[in-house]
Structure formats: C-alpha cells, structure tokens
T-cell receptor, first 111, second 116 residues
Framework: EDQVTQSPEALRLQEGESSSLNCSYT??????LFWYRQDPGKGPEFLFT???AGEEKEKERLKATLTKKESFLHITAPKPEDSATYLC????????????FGGGTRLMVKP | SQTIHQWPATLVQPVGSPLSLECTVE??????LYWYRQAAGRGLQLLFY??????ISSEVPQNLSASRPQDRQFILSSKKLLLSDSGFYLC???????????????FGSGTRLTVV
C-alpha cells in the first residue's frame, strides 16, 4: 500500500536550535515529492519539489533533501516565524495526477 | 497569474442543515480541481477531484457531494450535515498535465466548518 509518513507529529524548538523533519514514503515509481508550509487556519503554501534521490533545494533557513525512501526538511537556526505545520506529499506512477499527503509535522519555535 | 478563491472562511451549521462551499479559479482554463478535508492536527484527506465540467471522482464515500457546473467553479455540498462533517475544507487546483506540475497544487485559504 502506498504510504507517506511524517515524523515527529509535533516538534518544539528554541529559537536558533536547528533540527530536521522527516517524510518517509513507500510508493511505486516516485515522480515527485512536495513540501508545503501551512499556517493555522490557512491553506498550504508550496515550498519545494524534489524529483530524484540526492537532490537538494534551499530557501532561507530551510533545506529539503531526498533519498530513495525519505525526505528531510532541515531547519537551520529557526525563528518564531518558522512556526507552522509542514506537510509533505508524493506523486507516484500509480496515482495519475493525485498527490498523497503525509499527516504533517507541527513545528513550534519559541523565542 | 492564477488565483483561487474559496468561501466562506468560517461556517457554523446545525446538524441536518444543508451545505454549499464554493471555490473558483481565475487566470487559467481547464484546471484540475480538488476538495480536501483536514481534521484538527491531521493531514489532508482527498474527498473529490474533477478534470472537467461535470466530471467528478469521489475518493471517500460519505455524506458529501461535489459538482463542477463551470470550468473554473467547484462546489462542495451536503443535503444534511452530520457532526462528523466538521473540519477544515480546502479547495485546490493544478494544471491539467499528465504529471503533477513542479509547483504541485495551489490551495485556497480554506473553510472552517463547525457542525453543532
């Protein structure tokens, strides 16, 4: 069964304390892995797309990496404004135009 | 540029009442359209998707239905709401390519539905 699992479900960090969020997947024929940021009461906003193992993308304090089984979202020296829920989603060959979403990681950064 | 509008932002409805949530997309033609539900602190559950006018696919059997009366309009409905229909409803669109585009889906701002 195609699955996308994110861990941890929630993460509390102090401002400046770097960490990583995990997105593991078991799908056939990965065509793309997407990271989104979602603020409370808002729709998800696109961050990155990764297509192949070894690929990396960066944006400000965020860096996304991809292996054959998982993706990491590294947060370097986070600030309180980085607090949000981070969602990953995969597009795979059995899914047509569908994305399969993970359950998200709720990140809280305290000053 | 493309924009997506979703309304209302919040809604409180009694059990047994009808529901109509609307989503429209501007700046593109023939988009793929999606309705998702998100329970508190959880991921996104795909409810319906549409690749064209009148073409609706349902992913989860439930008390809800969807319609696409116009190319860029997607409506989520219910004849009689249940308590379990409470949640955060999101509309999304993507270009109608064979592959999901590099930017993934673009989401609306969501509707918080509380059934009381």
């Amino acid at each position: 069964e195609d699955q996308v699992t994110q861990s941890p479900e929630a993460l509390r960090l102090q401002e400046g304390e770097s960490s990583s969020l995990n997105c593991s997947y078991t799908v056939s024929g990965l065509r793309g892995l997407f990271w989104y940021r979602q603020d409370p009461g808002k729709g998800p906003e696109f961050l990155f797309t990764l297509y192949s193992a070894g690929e990396e993308k960066e944006k400000e304090r965020l860096k996304a990496t991809l292996t054959k089984k998982e993706s990491f979202l590294h947060i370097t020296a986070p600030k309180p404004e980085d607090s949000a829920t981070y969602l990953c989603a995969v597009h795979h060959s059995n899914a047509g135009n569908m994305l399969t979403f993970g359950g998200g990681t709720r990140l809280m950064v305290k000053p | 540029s493309q924009t997506i509008h979703q309304w209302p932002a919040t809604l409180v409805q009694p059990v047994g009442s009808p529901l109509s949530l609307e989503c429209t997309v501007e700046g593109t033609s023939n988009p793929n359209l999606y309705w998702y539900r998100q329970a508190a602190g959880r991921g996104l559950q795909l409810l319906f998707y549409s690749v064209g006018i009148g073409q609706i696919s349902s992913e989860v059997p439930q008390n809800l239905s969807a319609s696409r009366p116009q190319d860029r309009q997607f409506i989520l409905s219910s004849k009689k709401l249940l308590l379990s229909d409470s949640g955060f409803y999101l509309c999304a669109w993507s270009f109608q390519y064979k592959r999901v585009p590099a930017s993934g889906y673009t989401f609306g701002s969501g509707t918080r539905l509380t059934v009381v």
